[in-house]
């Protein structure tokens, strides 16, 4: 099944803090879209592997997504080895989609760091034809998406572009909160986080309402491309503006 866009995050909740409400607009738009998680974030200080299972197949029915996988990498253990880096090619290779969202180069999380360097490689690698995969027993085709975007999550970076999410920011909050293991309930016992602080969606809402200002509209998220990006009419690029 070949897909538009393929959304990869290391934890579940990763990708709908990050890019969630370009997701949603992708597919309001009609375009393919799936989202993959890297592991199970049973290493999270809060929930279980089974509960935050749960919790991310929630989130994807509300952004509209019909397919998301999870590779099952030791959360904590986003090694750059051959078995992680042939789980995600063998993804790209099934799903073959045109642009791949990952985590940004510099982050806090050291997960998110490796996770943003096992996909940089599984891309450039899964269009070598030499390097081999397999499928159900079926060897599968060489493809390497045409670009790889990468999300913003806890450090700021200079975007090279910012989509509009102003459509799809209530969206985007919602499937956050479908994960809502994570984040502030009064009547937990569990330890808390950075995430469980109770302005933590006033974080999310102040940063996409500072990218979407930049753009000038409401909602925004960043996103950083490592090769420049081609356009044929400088005037697509103000095509939102007012």
């Known amino acids: 099944m070949a897909v538009d866009v393929l959304a990869i995050g290391p934890h579940p909740d990763d990708i709908e803090i990050s890019c969630g409400g370009t997701v949603a607009s992708l597919v309001k738009q009609g375009y393919r879209v799936a989202l993959a998680d890297l592991t199970r974030g049973e290493m999270g200080t809060r929930g279980t592997k089974e509960i935050r299972q749960k919790e991310a197949e929630r989130a994807a029915k509300i952004l509209g997504i019909k397919t998301r996988y999870n590779l099952e990498i030791p959360d904590g253990g986003i090694e750059l080895n051959k078995t992680n ?94 994960h809502e293991s994570q984040f502030h309930n009064p009547k937990s016992k569990e330890p808390v986080t950075r995430l469980t602080r109770p302005d933590f969606f006033d974080h999310v809402e102040t940063d996409d309402k500072f990218y979407g200002q930049r753009i000038g509209v409401k909602y925004g998220e960043p996103f950083y491309s490592v090769a420049p990006i081609g356009i044929k009419n400088p005037f697509d690029l103000l095509a939102d503006r007012k």
Request: proline share 5%.
């Open 85 to 178: 880096l042939h789980k995600v090619i063998s993804l790209i290779r099934e799903l073959q989609p045109k642009i791949l969202f990952i985590p940004h180069s510099i982050e806090r999380h050291p997960d998110h760091v490796h996770g943003h360097n096992l996909c940089k490689e599984a891309w450039f690698y899964s269009g070598l034809t030499k390097l081999e995969t397999k499928k159900n027993g079926k060897s599968q085709t060489a493809y390497r998406p045409d670009r790889y975007f990468e999300y913003l999550q806890w450090h700021h970076f200079v975007p090279t572009f910012i989509v509009d999410i102003s459509d799809t920011f209530e969206i985007k909050m919602d499937a956050i909160k479908a």
